[in-house]
């Protein structure tokens, strides 16, 4: 088939066409600015040059393509309100626009399920948050809703991760070399995760099989220990990981405090602490895959042992 990829450049994007084209597929992969097309051409996709604003050249870009995966996102624990709504709601409503009736395939997130509630072996009928814990679950939330209404497949990987992160670990890392990162409660708490490659399987599956207006969870399969778990990833880019721990309600309290001097007051940067991180990274997030794997043919074919051994290759 021919399928056409938004957010090309990124980590999700970069392995999902290298994923694609290894098992024949064409692709063709839109690109706003001269670096994104370098990098989509790289990888050995075909360059579309646009944006997610420009729904003309979206249409074009996805001519004589099979069906769309959406991977381009505004995601931040922190930023205006405007540019996350842009992307992630207009944007994806400009995507499906231009898909007409083929099949898109929107990469979502569990953080739409950040807010008042906590997030534990959850699995796709648990509500959207009403109160969502900053920019990015919100705008990205509104998106689902466009996604559902259009009839299209939404695909949740949990933490994200993989050799070429350009995303989360390099965040992680420096803080870690800062000396800032601390674990909550001590960091031995369950968590979900997601390697890369079973992501772009999990894509690939909704694009086969997932039902129209599905939500379907990806993740490696059981829960990790998240200290565990950080503690091998960093000693693969041989970071030692930190010993520090600080206790999970005085971490709650400094992200509401810091978002609230950050939103009221001239402060530069951004927040060193932020709801979102502490719900999603510093408290326990489970979500049951189940779905996927019943439905979909999902399988998860990286384990979290290969994906680690790769990562320091």
């Known amino acids: 088939m021919r399928v056409f990829v938004t957010g090309g450049s990124g980590f999700v994007g970069r392995n999902l066409i290298a994923y694609l084209l290894e098992r024949g597929h064409q692709v ?84 739409v399920l950040c807010g008042e509630n906590p997030i534990i072996d959850v699995d796709e009928t648990a509500p959207r948050a009403k109160f969502p814990a900053g920019v990015y679950p919100k705008s990205k939330g509104m998106a689902e809703e466009r ?23 390099p965040q992680l890392l420096e803080a870690v070399n800062d000396g800032v990162l601390r674990w909550a409660d001590g960091g031995h708490y369950r968590s979900s995760t997601c390697h890369v490659t079973n992501v772009c399987e999990g894509i690939l599956c909704a694009a086969e099989r997932g039902e129209p207006g599905g939500i379907y969870f990806l993740t490696d399969g059981d829960p990790v220990d998240l200290r565990d778990f950080l503690t091998a990833m960093f000693e693969t880019q041989g970071v030692d990981a930190p010993t520090g721990t600080i206790p999970r309600w ?57 994906g680690l051994l790769e990562m320091g290759a």
């Open 28 to 111: 063709v992969a839109l690109a706003r600015s001269d670096a994104a097309a370098a990098a989509v051409t790289a990888s050995g996709a075909e360059v579309a040059r646009g944006d997610l604003s420009d729904v003309d050249a979206l249409r074009q870009g996805m001519q004589g393509c099979d069906w769309i995966a959406h991977s381009a996102a505004f995601v931040a624990d922190w930023g205006g309100w405007e540019d996350a709504y842009q992307v992630n709601v207009i944007g994806t409503q400009n995507v499906l626009d231009a898909a007409g009736e083929r099949r898109v395939v929107h990469v979502s997130t569990e953080a």
């Open 147 to 169: 996604v559902e209404a259009a009839k299209q497949v939404i695909v949740r990987p949990r933490f994200i991760w993989g050799r070429g992160d350009t995303s989360v670990l």
């Open 250 to 306: 005085l971490m709650s309290a400094a992200a509401g405090v810091c978002e609230v001097g950050w939103t009221w007051l001239p402060l530069p940067g951004r927040p060193p602490l932020t709801r979102m991180a502490v719900k999603l990274f510093m408290t326990p997030v489970t979500v049951d895959d189940s779905r996927a794997r019943r439905e979909i043919g999902y399988v998860g074919n990286v384990s979290i042992d290969a």
